[in-house]
């Protein structure tokens, strides 16, 4: 049975997948049209070896996305100290097949079977429920239940309170095993034995056909003991383990054309060759730190990386990357230290050459001057530009700023002048409108007092 159940989970994880890449110690098996879903998009593991390299197997296959996963079948072992060393997060999933009979019956005259359509509001409505539910995820999720019908026969079942679903599940199968999969009740309508005879409706239709018919439930979730009650037992394992992303991965900047946001690994390298590309003259270095002399993909992720790896909410530098028409053109950052009590942040940015000269860098520093001052409620926000720079210059002009003295940088070991610049809340003059979006929980990060910022 174990055997069985595995084979057919691995069949359809297989079909399901837009791309399948092999792996030395197993699959990626990736739907790149819904990259948020987590469930669609991971390494499978065949023979576990040791968490630090599949860790770094992940990492390679698995750039594009925000999370990272690995998973495989039978009990975790070691795996989960050592995952939790790197650290990522581990669930295990209890596979229970049906072997036994109910404790009792439920009613299952008020179940219907219905479409992917009939449950597709109270599906949104459990996702958004959720704190990390999103539009844009509930979307994906769905997708992903119109993929699965495609490739295997997929039934729904639920209760309705009129037009809404109040207790779902999902059933499919290929004619010998079927898997009973995502039963959710809403809130407010628990209690009452919904789920119960939902599933119990999944499985009296599958049993028609399929001679092994099983669910998996979380290892540490209450649902594993309404399966036990209706006969299912635990006879093996799945293990997740998860890197999650980090929460200033939703953060969005909008403005007319641009979108302000990080990036993934696989677009960060795609950003490395804008800057490779040119961003100067070589022979005028615009920058208090001579970055592009010694550029480098291995020292562009790394600076990208070590911004969120070292995030502390008393030090911080937030790198986000600009967008044009979903591609990266440049960066636009804004870092500070004891944001909490100065309410002041520095600002500074770079833009291909290719995208220079068309008002994009006054929108990039529009769209972070308008986080700082309306979404963060600072005071003040420092930049500067070494003299020379007359696009940097014009920009900060534009926007406000007042010079408040002369420096000296040494980007390339000789003394430069340096204008060093300031710009007030009240002065901030932006040019265009700009939404901020995926703000709300993170001002901690930042710093952010609420009491003593009166917001």
């Known amino acids: 049975m174990i055997a069985q159940i595995r084979s057919f989970k691995h069949a359809v994880q297989d079909a399901v997948a837009e791309r399948r890449v092999p792996s030395p110690h197993g699959t990626g098996l990736f739907c790149d049209s819904i990259p948020d879903v987590w469930d669609e998009n991971y390494l499978r593991i065949d023979e576990p070896v040791s968490a630090e390299l599949h860790a770094s197997e992940a990492d390679s296959l698995m750039e594009p996305f925000w999370h990272r996963r690995v998973t495989f079948d039978g009990p975790p072992d070691g795996f989960p100290i050592a995952f939790a060393d790197l650290g990522w997060a581990h669930s295990t999933h209890l596979v229970?097949?049906?072997?036994?009979?109910?404790?009792?019956?439920?009613?299952?005259?008020?179940?219907?079977?219905?479409?992917?359509?009939?449950?597709?509001?109270?599906?949104?409505?459990?996702?958004?429920?959720?704190?990390?539910?999103?539009?844009?995820?509930?979307?994906?999720?769905?997708?992903?239940?119109?993929?699965?019908?495609?490739?295997?026969?997929?039934?729904?079942?639920?209760?309705?309170?009129?037009?809404?679903?109040?207790?779902?599940?999902?059933?499919?199968?290929?004619?010998?095993?079927?898997?009973?999969?995502?039963?959710?009740?809403?809130?407010?309508?628990?209690?009452?034995?919904?789920?119960?005879?939902?599933?119990?409706?999944?499985?009296?239709?599958?049993?028609?056909?399929?001679?092994?018919?099983?669910?998996?439930?979380?290892?540490?979730?209450?649902?594993?003991?309404?399966?036990?009650?209706?006969?299912?037992?635990?006879?093996?394992?799945?293990?997740?383990?998860?890197?999650?992303?980090?929460?200033?991965?939703?953060?969005?900047?909008?403005?007319?054309?641009?979108e302000l946001r990080l990036a993934t690994v696989a677009e960060l390298r795609e950003l490395a060759g804008v800057a490779k590309a040119g961003i100067h003259d070589p022979g005028f270095m615009p920058f208090e730190l001579a970055w592009t002399d010694t550029l480098t993909d291995e020292s562009f992720l790394e600076w990208h990386e070590t911004a969120i790896r070292d995030w502390r909410p008393y030090d911080w530098r937030l790198e986000l990357v600009a967008f044009l028409d979903g591609r990266p053109i440049g960066c636009q950052d804004l870092s500070a230290k004891q944001f909490g009590s100065t309410r002041r942040a520095k600002t500074g940015s770079w833009l291909g050459s290719s995208w220079q000269g068309i008002g994009l860098g006054t929108e990039m520093r529009t769209a972070v001057l308008t986080l700082l001052f309306e979404g963060l409620h600072a005071r003040e926000a420092e930049s500067g530009a070494v003299v020379g720079n007359e696009s940097s210059l014009g920009v900060s002009r534009k926007l406000g700023y007042a010079e408040t003295g002369m420096s000296t940088v040494s980007p390339r070991g000789t003394p430069v002048p340096h204008h060093n610049l300031l710009l007030a809340a009240d002065r901030f003059r932006p040019g265009v409108d700009v939404r901020i979006e995926g703000l709300e929980g993170l001002e901690p990060l930042f710093g952010v007092d609420w009491v003593s910022a009166g917001g």
């Open 96 to 258: 229970m097949p049906h072997v036994d009979p109910p404790d009792r019956l439920a009613a299952t005259a008020g179940v219907q079977e219905v479409t992917l359509a009939d449950i597709a509001p109270a599906h949104r409505r459990v996702t958004l429920s959720e704190s990390y539910g999103t539009p844009a995820l509930s979307d994906q999720l769905l997708e992903a239940k119109r993929r699965l019908g495609d490739v295997l026969r997929t039934r729904y079942f639920a209760v309705f309170d009129g037009d809404l679903a109040v207790s779902f599940c999902q059933l499919f199968d290929d004619g010998r095993t079927a898997q009973i999969e995502d039963v959710n009740t809403l809130t407010g309508y628990r209690g009452r034995g919904l789920a119960r005879s939902v599933v119990q409706r999944a499985l009296e239709e599958a049993r028609a056909d399929c001679d092994v018919v099983f669910l998996e439930a979380l290892a540490d979730d209450w649902p594993r003991e309404l399966y036990r009650k209706l006969g299912f037992r635990v006879v093996d394992e799945s293990q997740y383990f998860t890197r999650t992303i980090h929460p200033l991965a939703r953060l969005r900047l909008l403005t007319p054309r641009l």
